[in-house]
């Protein structure tokens, strides 16, 4: 397949995704919020549910049709391109006030799910009783998020603070189901054009997988952070990155691993991983020590994106 044919299907694969994503994200949001869904049960687990959905179709798709690599090096790069490159490119520019609880919280999960991961890609392969253990994970985690999420509504019954609101379900539905539709089409184009544009560079399907299909499904999480921040919702924002990159690990990996066993590369195992760990860690110490996130810290986030970015392809 010529090259410029290859761009073009990825970048239109990457157009199916964000735009199908963006409707899945909009719909589920409003669907939560018609409901009177209270925010960090739509920030911890629906938000990051959906927006974590490009990655899902991406390494399933590529589990499902043989594309081991590529499934298992979006998984892992989609968490370190939320953090490294969106939260930190934000945090550039802007202090991110947010509360030390949740930071806490939530990047202890993920921290706790990378070391399981990296612990577990010693045996150089991804089983299937290994992606039950993950998959297990997102139930303690789910659970967890709807109790606090419960516990957070009947505080606000008690203060009578529940907004109410009017919502289109019918036309929410549709959107759902179009953007999932949507996603589902631009996953499979974007495993196939990424394949082929790895042979073009001559680089790997897991370096691609790591890098360029890493970063395309993660733009949802971007948009999703931007627009939280432009409204004042900070904590939706931090939460469903953070959220979002759990999922990554335990829902994603989880369930590529389940389809079809996934074996572990060195350049995941002893390079990505690791990485993913040192912005966790750093996720966390930084969370602690203010009541929110400074520039320079967003500078060191990106600092270690570019320097993972630019070791995968020199």
């Not at 044919?5 to 990457?14: E, K, R, S």
């Not at 939460?239 to 829902?251: C, E, F, K, Q, W």
């Not at 110490?285 to 810290?297: A, P």
Request: aromatic share 12%.
């Amino acid at each position: 397949m010529a090259l410029w044919l290859v761009v073009a299907l990825f970048f239109i694969a990457l157009g199916l995704v964000i735009k199908g994503a963006g409707w899945f994200v909009n719909a589920s949001v409003e669907m939560a919020e018609g409901f009177h869904v209270p925010k960090i049960l739509i920030g911890t687990t629906l938000v990051s549910v959906a927006t974590v959905a490009p990655e899902f179709f991406v390494s399933v798709i590529a589990a499902a049709v043989g594309k081991v690599e590529m499934s298992i090096g979006n998984a892992v790069g989609s968490p370190i391109a939320n953090i490294g490159l969106i939260l930190g490119a934000c945090v550039c520019f802007t202090f991110i006030p947010v509360s030390r609880g949740l930071l806490k919280r939530e990047s202890v999960m993920l921290l706790v799910s990378v070391s399981i991961l990296f612990l577990f890609s010693f045996f150089g392969k991804i089983t299937r009783p290994i992606s039950i253990s993950l998959l297990f994970l997102v139930f303690l985690y789910i659970s967890y998020a709807i109790k606090q999420a419960k516990e957070a509504r009947d505080e606000w019954r008690k203060n009578g603070a529940i907004p109410k609101s009017e919502f289109n379900l019918k036309r929410e539905v549709f959107l759902f189901i179009l953007g999932a539709l949507m996603v589902t089409l631009g996953s499979r184009l974007l495993v196939l054009s990424g394949s082929e544009l790895a042979l073009h560079l001559g680089v790997s399907e897991g370096v691609i997988g790591l890098s360029l299909v890493a970063f395309g499904t993660s733009l949802p999480e971007l948009f999703t952070f931007i627009i939280a921040l432009q409204k004042g919702h900070t904590e939706l924002s931090i939460g469903n990155i953070v959220g979002a990159s759990v999922l990554d690990i335990t829902l994603v990996v989880g369930t590529a691993g389940f389809i079809r066993p996934l074996p572990v590369d060195r350049s995941t195992h002893f390079f990505a991983i690791p990485i993913l760990i040192l912005l966790s860690v750093l996720l966390i110490l930084f969370g602690r020590t203010r009541e929110g996130l400074q520039r320079w810290e967003g500078v060191i986030f990106v600092a270690i994106y570019a320097f993972y970015f630019i070791y995968l392809f020199v």
